[in-house]
Nanobody
C-alpha cells in the first residue's frame, strides 16, 4: 500500500483559490492512479477528480468541471488539486486516494483528509 498525506486545506473566502497537495510514499507513485474525493457534513463521500498514472487522462465531476484541475508530478511523488473560484458548497474534507494500476480493486489507499472551508 502507498501512504498518502494531504496538505493545503484551510479557511478561505468565496472566490479564492487553494491548491491541495497529496504526498505519496512507500511504493512507486507512478504505479498508481490517483483521485480526490470530498465529504461535506451530512453528505456521502463523492469523487471530485481522477488522474491516471501518467497524467495523460483526467476525469472531473460535473460540479467542479472547469473550476478544479487535478495534476501529478511523478518525480515529486505528489498529486495536486488546484481549486479556483471556490464557493461555500465546496466546503468539505478533501481526501486523496490511490488505486494500483495493475489491480482490479478500487481506491484502496487513502489519506487522512484536509479540511477546506469556504466562507460566504
Amino acid at each position: 500500500q502507498v501512504q498518502l498525506v494531504e496538505s493545503g486545506g484551510g479557511l478561505v473566502q468565496t472566490g479564492d483559490s487553494l491548491r491541495l497537495s497529496c504526498a505519496a510514499s512507500g511504493r512507486t507513485f507512478s504505479s498508481y492512479h490517483m483521485a480526490w474525493f470530498r465529504q461535506a457534513p451530512g453528505k456521502e463521500r463523492e469523487i471530485v477528480a481522477r488522474i491516471n498514472w501518467s497524467g495523460e487522462s483526467t476525469y472531473y465531476a460535473d460540479s467542479v468541471e472547469g473550476q478544479f484541475t487535478i495534476s501529478r508530478d511523478n518525480v515529486k511523488n505528489t498529486a495536486y488539486l488546484q481549486m479556483n473560484s471556490l464557493k461555500p458548497e465546496d466546503t468539505a474534507v478533501y481526501y486523496c486516494a490511490a488505486r494500483y494500476k495493475f489491480g482490479t480493486e478500487g481506491f484502496g489507499s487513502w489519506g487522512q483528509g484536509t479540511q477546506v472551508t469556504v466562507s460566504s
